[in-house]
């Protein structure tokens, strides 16, 4: 056990980036006063497919892909010991997913955890990280993608009430690349996930996709950057979330770069929130920064509402009572980002948890 | 044998100047295996009608009457309206994203019938609503709505009549938006809903068109908010000829 020392700039909660972060929840991961132990909670849930290769390895014998101006992910970045290093062969096209989970968390002490995801040319991979249980985590997950490759990377965040949960995701995807990524928030008191793509080489494109469910005062926090500095790639974004009860806090941030040299740039981001009480807050704030005109479309849209009257009328009208017909409508509206996932036990359990969100919500 | 009864019915809107009266007093009787044409010009309050029966929150019943086989709708919820026998065939069906057709219509029957119907029977029954209608079988896999034609629309509406079997419907435009041949298939579909449930009508349309496939019983004219002339089918030729002006200037 050691007590970390702040080394760097710890955030007051005046900067951009930490304006909306409640920063007294985060158990002291921002400014180094958490005590973290040396718990690996990562582990891979079933075996894995032929082509995949997964160590743990020490930390300087694998540095940082990025730099990030985080101070949390720098503290990882600095102090995690180890890397849990997942390397997919090049030429292979898995036809199972990677299955990895925290099981083994707690929050007698905090965890700072480095992952490492290399997807070698030509392959094609899924990875899914299910995070269960409570725990205090601080994670950098980077992945690489090399040319040609192509990566799903889904994450699980279907922690327990107590979870602290500050993670980035940093993609660098080369050129030819695939790059989607698909984020569940359902769970925890505070996460705060920072989605990154780089694109390295032209002809990249990248997928971020989301939901999450926010119920009385959970803080769920997605901020994402998309970073365009090579010709024709081409981003996505599309998050949708839904919140229910007193303080339900949620925070979308999407930050779209375009660099003068990223001409055929090709992107557009969507967020959209249900808000299904009073008393719950969602904050949505798209950017766009534009340096070159020569692209082929850029545009992002952010929407804030409550249940489409309409909506419910018709089903109702079909004899299809209130209750009911609120919960058809959420589940149609996560539906859309949920089927990607094709694991039907893992899409069936997150439904379920979405349906006992919104009975906690409505006994409130 | 059910009978919808519709008394002194006066209805408003709220709008940000104030509520504004739409229907000024209507009275009309649907009986079991009966069926009513309502028929007017834009804006009469033909749709008001629809809706504020169907119990829409938007629409205020300042006074009148509204009963189902002497029950007050007025005191139940859209779905308790539903659940009483009535059914609403919109003009405008409603997009419900992420809600596939197969589980909306199982959830409907599972609420109006008071448990699960069966599955083998049920597959078989929405099979055979969705071929009468000259649907493709991969129609129930989508989404409620989203992104059907006009056409598919109404076949979908006319669908859930047959399946959830209503003793009173009321269609509201149900021709508008169709071809000559959709409009035939509708129809029919209507038909046999009528053939099969002795279901009462209440037909809404601008047109005439519509009452050659569907043989209304009472034409009723509907101008200014409320009832103006009434006959039998006869008035409906008539209104062929001559159009709404006399009513409307009336």
């Known amino acids: 056990m050691s007590l970390l020392t702040t080394n760097y700039l710890t955030p007051t909660g005046r900067e951009e980036a930490w304006r909306f972060t409640p920063l007294n929840r985060l158990a002291g991961l921002h400014d180094g006063t958490s005590i973290t132990?040396?718990?690996?909670?990562?582990?891979?849930?079933?075996?894995?497919?032929?082509?995949?290769?997964?160590?743990r390895v020490s930390a300087?014998?694998?540095?940082?892909?990025?730099?990030?101006?985080?101070?949390?992910?720098?503290?990882?970045?600095?102090?995690?010991?180890?890397?849990?290093?997942?390397?997919?062969?090049?030429?292979?096209?898995?036809?199972?997913?990677?299955?990895?989970?925290?099981?083994?968390?707690?929050?007698?002490?905090?965890?700072?955890?480095?992952?490492?995801?290399?997807?070698?040319?030509?392959?094609?991979?899924?990875?899914?990280?299910?995070?269960?249980?409570?725990?205090?985590?601080?994670?950098?997950?980077?992945?690489?993608?090399?040319?040609?490759?192509?990566?799903?990377?889904?994450?699980?965040?279907?922690?327990?009430?107590?979870?602290?949960?500050?993670?980035?995701?940093?993609?660098?995807?080369?050129?030819?690349?695939?790059?989607?990524?698909?984020?569940?928030?359902?769970?925890?008191?505070?996460?705060?996930?920072?989605?990154?793509v780089d694109f390295s080489g032209p002809g990249s494109s990248a997928e971020l996709v989301g939901v999450y469910f926010a119920t009385a005062g959970q803080h769920f926090e997605h901020r994402m950057h998309v970073d365009h500095g090579v010709p024709r790639a081409k981003s996505r974004v599309n998050y949708k979330g839904a919140l229910a009860g007193d303080k339900a806090h949620t925070v979308w941030?999407?930050?779209?770069?375009?660099?003068?040299?990223?001409?055929?740039?090709?992107?557009?981001?969507?967020?959209?929130?249900?808000?299904?009480?009073?008393?719950?807050?969602?904050?949505?704030?798209?950017?766009?920064?534009?340096?070159?005109?020569?692209?082929?479309?850029?545009?992002?849209?952010?929407?804030?509402?409550?249940?489409?009257?309409?909506?419910?009328?018709?089903?109702?009208?079909?004899?299809?009572?209130?209750?009911?017909?609120?919960?058809?409508?959420v589940r149609g509206f996560f539906s859309e980002i949920i089927s990607q996932i094709h694991d039907e036990v893992i899409e069936e359990r997150l439904m379920g948890r979405i349906d006992s969100e919104l009975d906690k919500a409505g006994q409130q | 044998m059910s009978t919808l009864e519709i008394r002194g019915l006066e209805v408003s809107v709220t709008t940000e100047k104030g509520p504004i009266e739409i229907l000024k007093g209507v009275d009309l009787t649907i009986?079991?295996?009966?069926?009513?044409?309502?028929?007017?010009?834009?804006?009469?309050?033909?749709?008001?009608?629809?809706?504020?029966?169907?119990?829409?929150?938007?629409?205020?019943?300042?006074?009148?009457?509204?009963?189902?086989?002497?029950?007050?709708?007025?005191?139940m919820k859209v779905d308790e309206r539903a659940k009483a026998g009535l059914f609403l065939a919109m003009q405008y069906p409603v997009e419900v994203p992420g809600v596939s057709v197969s589980n909306f219509l199982r959830t409907a029957a599972t609420a109006l019938r008071g448990e699960a119907p069966k599955l083998r029977t049920w597959v078989g029954e929405v099979k055979s609503a969705m071929k009468a209608l000259n649907m493709d079988a991969s129609f129930s896999e989508r989404n409620v709505n989203e992104g059907f034609s006009g056409g598919e629309k109404k076949r979908h509406e006319i669908m859930q009549l047959e399946l959830l079997k209503p003793k009173i419907a009321i269609l509201d435009e149900t021709d508008s938006g169709l071809d000559v041949d959709a409009l035939k298939i509708v129809s029919e579909g209507v038909n046999r809903a009528k053939e099969a449930n002795d279901l009462g009508i209440l037909l809404i349309t601008h047109y005439t068109r519509i009452l050659r496939y569907i043989k209304p019983d009472f034409v009723h004219v509907f101008a200014n908010g409320h009832i103006v002339e009434e006959g039998g089918p006869e008035l409906a030729e008539k209104l062929e000829e001559h159009g709404y002006v006399e009513y409307v200037n009336s």
Do not use: C
Request: no cysteine.
């Open chain 1, 253 to 329: 941030i999407g930050d779209v770069y375009i660099r003068a040299a990223a001409e055929g740039t090709d992107t557009y981001e969507l967020n959209r929130n249900l808000l299904l009480s009073d008393g719950a807050r969602a904050d949505s704030v798209p950017n766009l920064e534009i340096e070159t005109g020569e692209i082929v479309g850029a545009g992002h849209a952010s929407t804030t509402g409550r249940f489409d009257d309409e909506q419910l009328f018709y089903l109702m009208s079909r004899g299809i009572p209130m209750d009911q017909a609120r919960r058809l409508v």
């Open chain 2, 31 to 75: 009986r079991s295996g009966e069926t009513h044409a309502i028929m007017g010009p834009n804006g009469s309050g033909k749709s008001t009608l629809a809706y504020a029966i169907a119990g829409h929150p938007k629409y205020t019943i300042t006074r009148g009457s509204l009963t189902l086989d002497g029950e007050n709708l007025l005191e």
């Open chain 1, 37 to 55: 132990g040396d718990r690996k909670s990562l582990g891979v849930r079933k075996a894995l497919p032929p082509g995949v290769n997964i160590s």
């Open chain 1, 60 to 196: 300087e014998l694998v540095p940082s892909d990025s730099v990030s101006d985080d101070a949390i992910t720098q503290r990882v970045q600095s102090e995690a010991a180890d890397v849990f290093l997942v390397e997919v062969a090049p030429n292979h096209s898995l036809q199972e997913p990677i299955y990895l989970d925290r099981q083994r968390s707690g929050m007698d002490s905090a965890e700072l955890s480095r992952v490492r995801i290399n997807v070698g040319l030509h392959s094609q991979a899924t990875v899914i990280v299910e995070n269960v249980g409570n725990a205090i985590l601080a994670e950098d997950v980077e992945i690489v993608l090399s040319p040609g490759a192509t990566l799903t990377f889904i994450t699980l965040q279907e922690w327990g009430p107590d979870s602290v949960h500050a993670a980035r995701h940093h993609a660098t995807v080369g050129a030819d690349a695939t790059f989607k990524s698909i984020t569940v928030t359902v769970g925890g008191s505070l996460v705060r996930l920072l989605p990154r």
